[in-house]
Nanobody, 116 residues
């Protein structure tokens, strides 16, 4: 059973940085991704990274956010720079099962709040 666990959220001022971490048991060699959901809005894809480290970003965060992974630690990271108040949301880590086109396992989320 894969259970992603996010950490690293918190309160930061606009222009600041945070690094989120997601540790997931099992399945180290699978695509992992970050999403976020702000109050009253739909869940939004941010970035994904394949098992061999190839990243892909949503336009909204390209150039500000960086996704990376450490397969030895079975952990994926999201470095967030130049944060804006509109980045305030609950951030979720998701893991894709091998052979799946969907994200099959989700963490509980970590809150990121950016103050102006």
């Amino acid at each position: 059973q894969v259970q992603p666990v996010e950490s690293g959220g918190g309160l930061v001022q606009a222009g600041g940085s945070l690094r989120l971490s997601c540790a997931a048991s099992g399945r180290p060699f699978s695509t992992k991704a970050w999403f976020r959901q702000a109050p009253g809005k739909e869940r939004e894809f941010l970035a994904r990274i394949t098992w061999n480290g190839s990243p892909y970003y949503a336009d909204a965060v390209k150039g500000r956010f960086t996704i990376s992974r450490d397969n030895a630690k079975n952990t994926v990271y999201l470095q967030m720079n130049s944060l804006k108040p509109e980045d305030t949301a609950v951030y979720y880590c998701a893991v894709r099962a091998p052979g799946s086109n969907d994200y099959d396992y989700w963490g509980q989320g970590t809150q990121v709040t950016v103050s102006s």
